[in-house]
Every structure is written in structure tokens, then in C-alpha cells.
């Protein structure tokens, strides 16, 4: 090998090392700025929904979370934000579904959801317009986004007699399915089989 294709090898080790270096230098700090955990952005959700509600007082809400094991709902009575319109309320409780189980029960709701716009027809339908990220981080198969679904219908109707049903919308668009099992494309009743059991 002669001297000069040497000199060329060498200078371009250098110039990807020192380009390794540098890219590496420049994302030390873009990666290890720590990213906020879902669980304190649900937090965060609730305490503005809070602060939001101007005072209002606090209302004991009955949440239904999915059950491993036996395929039902499990109550678990929290003091949420309860401001004066039923949409608000929806919106409240949904929060609370988002925040999570304080049991350690499955999620309905995935911390990273986010509640795009809540509409209370005069039927009693209740649309619930989510995010892209409310949807596909379920366990798979059909029990498991069944009980997603019922946990926020159920919940919905037993805190807010004025909804008699739930109507699903992703980004402000009818979905099909939730995460390829359960079909979206009618409203939901409450399910009394799925009958919520206390802890």
C-alpha cells in the first residue's frame, strides 16, 4: 500500500471520528434532557382541569377499570374536579381515567391520551373526539378493548345520567375499530354484565 492511499485512509478514520464525536457531543444533550413521563403529563391534565374549573367543588366519582381477572369492572371512587356543564363533567372524568387506577388496575385510557373535544347531544349521546394515542396500546385481542370501551361508557353514565350512550371519534373522524377488534361505528349503552364489583 503506498504512502499516499495510507494518508487517505488515515484522514478519513479521523474525519468519521471526529464526526462520530461531534454528533455524539451534540446529542448528549438533546437526549439526555429527560422526557416527561406520561403519568406526570396525566397529572399535569388533571391539576389544569382542576385549576380550570374555577373553584368548583370537588364531586366522588365512581371510575370502572378493566380486571384481569374474571373479564369485569372494578369500582374505585375518587374526588374529582366537578365544574357546572355535563360536557365539562365528561371531560373531568375522563381525566380521571387517563390519570389511571390507584390499584394498579389495567388502563382504559393510556397516560398519553388526550382528549381532543367532548359533545353532549340532546339524545343523550355523548361524542369523545382522542387522540391518535388513545389507540393501539391495549393488550391484545378483543376482552381487553371491550373492557377499554365499557370502562369509559360505564363510568360516563354512572357519574352522568345525562349520557345514555358513547360514540368513539379519533381526531375528530369515525374509526372503524379501536385497535382492530371492537367496532366503532355505532354508539355505546352502558353493558349491566359487565357489572362493576368493588375491590
Known amino acids: 500500500m503506498t504512502s499516499r492511499a495510507k494518508l487517505v485512509m488515515f484522514v478519513t478514520a479521523a474525519a468519521l471520528a471526529l464526526g462520530f464525536a461531534y454528533f455524539h457531543w451534540l446529542s448528549r444533550g438533546v437526549l439526555n434532557e429527560p422526557a416527561p413521563r406520561p403519568e406526570e403529563q396525566a397529572r399535569a391534565q388533571l391539576t389544569e382541569a382542576a385549576l380550570l374549573s374555577g373553584g368548583r367543588t370537588a364531586h366522588k366519582a ?22 357546572d356543564s355535563d360536557a365539562d363533567r365528561i371531560r373531568s372524568v375522563l381525566l380521571a381515567l387517563v390519570a389511571g387506577s390507584s390499584s394498579g388496575r389495567p388502563r382504559s385510557l393510556t397516560a398519553s391520551a388526550e382528549v381532543r373535544g367532548v359533545f ?8 369523545l373526539d382522542f387522540s391518535n394515542s388513545a389507540v393501539g396500546l391495549f393488550a391484545p385481542g378483543i376482552g381487553s378493548e371491550t373492557l377499554a370501551v365499557y370502562s369509559i361508557v360505564d363510568t360516563l353514565a354512572a357519574n352522568i345520567p345525562a349520557v345514555k350512550r358513547v360514540r368513539f371519534l379519533i381526531q375528530g373522524q369515525e374509526a372503524e375499530t379501536l385497535d382492530g377488534h371492537v367496532d366503532l361505528t355505532s354508539a355505546f349503552a352502558p353493558d349491566p354484565n359487565l357489572a362493576p364489583t368493588r375491590p
Open 62 to 83: 365512581n371510575l370502572y377499570f378493566p380486571s384481569d381477572e374474571d373479564g369485569s369492572l372494578v369500582e374505585e371512587a375518587r374526588l374529582i374536579a366537578w365544574p
Open 120 to 127: 353532549l347531544a340532546t339524545d343523550g349521546t355523548a361524542y
